[in-house]
């Protein structure tokens, strides 16, 4: 487990804690944006950004302002701006911690598997269904062991591979490769996802 300010863990619980009693659609939702803000943060350090800089709706911008995540800053044509106010290292030990008390025996199951040797996380399209999985070749004998389907749950899919990304599990090359396959993937056998844009 990462460790993490007692400052900012307060700040991750007071953000998260409505969520507590809410579906798994809105926690995955969210963690998703968080992650979306990691991402630029790391590859724009000390830039500020808006909604479409991070593609997250602005009201979910002022929510993380609010819990103190981020941190609003002056726009001169009057479009809200942010910059992250807490270390980028210590937001991404949060959300893992906070994702592995979610979902840590799925993504532990994976890490376990891809310790095995031969064995490789990657996205199938069969029929109507994209399916994250762990296959495993040995000798002539090759096994698939499916984790989830991108095309009925396309954010936790999502969601687990930028986890495994962000535990240095998979690079983060690889983990963009899966993602951007299943979207591939998902166009080719369209079906409306039970998790619809926010």
Request: with cysteine; hydrophobic share 40%.
């Amino acid at each position: 487990m990462v460790v993490v300010s007692g400052l900012l863990m307060m700040g991750i619980d007071e953000l998260l804690r409505d969520l507590d009693g809410s579906d798994a659609e809105g926690r995955v939702w969210k963690l998703s944006y968080l992650m979306n803000i990691i991402d630029y943060a790391r590859g724009n350090p000390g830039r500020d950004f808006d909604e479409y800089d991070v593609n997250v709706p602005n009201r979910y911008l002022k929510e993380f302002a609010d819990s103190g995540i981020l941190k609003a800053v002056p726009s001169a044509d009057g479009v809200a701006r942010y910059i992250l106010a807490v270390p980028v290292d210590e937001l991404v030990g949060a959300v893992v911690n906070y994702v592995d008390g979610l979902y840590g025996p799925v993504i532990d199951g994976v890490v376990r598997g891809l310790r095995q040797r031969g064995c490789y996380l990657t996205v199938y399209g069969k029929g109507r269904h994209a399916y994250l999985m762990i296959r495993c070749r040995g000798g002539d004998r090759e096994t698939d062991v499916s984790i989830c389907d991108f095309n009925t749950n396309a954010k936790f899919c999502e969601l687990i591979v930028r986890v495994l990304s962000l535990k240095n599990v998979i690079a983060p090359e690889l983990a963009q490769h899966i993602i951007n396959k299943a979207i591939e993937l998902r166009k080719r056998t369209y079906k409306p996802s039970t998790w619809g844009r926010k």
